[in-house]
């Protein structure tokens, strides 16, 4: 296997790895969107609407991540 494969194929796994985040995050806004759509109270509502913020603040994180992966790949290769 060349140096580039290799190298190309750690992008591939990074951006797999991104990808299960990317799912979890958002399986957990899901999560959190139900628990504040049967939660009342400011405290509650307050807790929340922060959890959501650092979750799609992650989500946000994460997809910039790969899509900065997928743009090396797409990139051309020096050889």
Known sequence: MRRGDSDMLAVWLKIFEIDESIAAVRENLRGLVEQAAAYSGAADEEFSSRRIAE?????????KQRDALLKSLSAPQAT
């Open 55 to 63: 979750q799609e603040a992650e989500l946000e994180r994460l997809s």
